[in-house]
């Protein structure tokens, strides 16, 4: 497979650098610059957009296909679906996010609606990719219960309880965090792009510090900076 950074003069290490800054933490494009320059590293902003719009999605790619590796084979527990609104020149969109019992982040889908249609391309999407859950989580939306009827899924639906759907809820938050820092989304092609990369750059650095010791976590934190620079390669 020809390498993707054949006719980029910057070396890999300074493109999975600036990718990872701008994706990972809440920084505009002259954010990114200007915290490079002060590491003698001279680019402009529009290199920040030019290299995460082409290296982010072969870098997230790469992660997901090694994560769906390593779930192959184990049972697909519980889901926790959610969906929030997006704003893109004033007008609504909708972001559907699906997690997993751990967290871990499976699919993000941007949308113009959030009606039975979307609901059920969205699962149909992500039973395609992962199987069938035993339980899925999801919020009173009729959309959802809908959907799953007609796909022959609402004995394993789930829509009662209070914080019940935590788990979905607060996986928003990173991506929320992030989104102040771009300030605003152009198009819905954006959106998706951004926040599907960003939602696999986020469990792929995600060590769940608060469950771990600080050895573990630092163990745990440099394994996964080896594995990024190693996308690629």
Known sequence: MPSPFKY???SPEVIRLVVMMYVRYPLSLRNVEDLLAERGIDIRHETVRLWWNRFGPVFAAEIKKRRRLLRRGCPEWRWHLDEVFVKINGKTHYLWRAVDHEGEVLEVVATKRRDRHA??????????????PH????????SYGAAMREIGNAGRQECTGRRINNRAENSHHPFRRRERGI???????TLQKFASVHGTVHNHFNQERHLTSRDIYKRNRSAALAEWNTLAA
């Not at 059920?120 to 990719?129: N, Q, V, Y």
């Not at 339980?135 to 009729?142: A, H, I």
């Not at 300030?183 to 092609?189: E, G, T, Y």
């Open 119 to 132: 609901a059920l391309a969205f699962l149909k999407k992500l039973m395609k990719r992962y199987g069938r």
């Open 183 to 189: 300030l605003r989304f152009r198009s819905m092609r």
């Open 135 to 142: 339980r899925v989580v999801t919020d009173r939306l009729p």
């Open 8 to 10: 980029f003069n910057s």
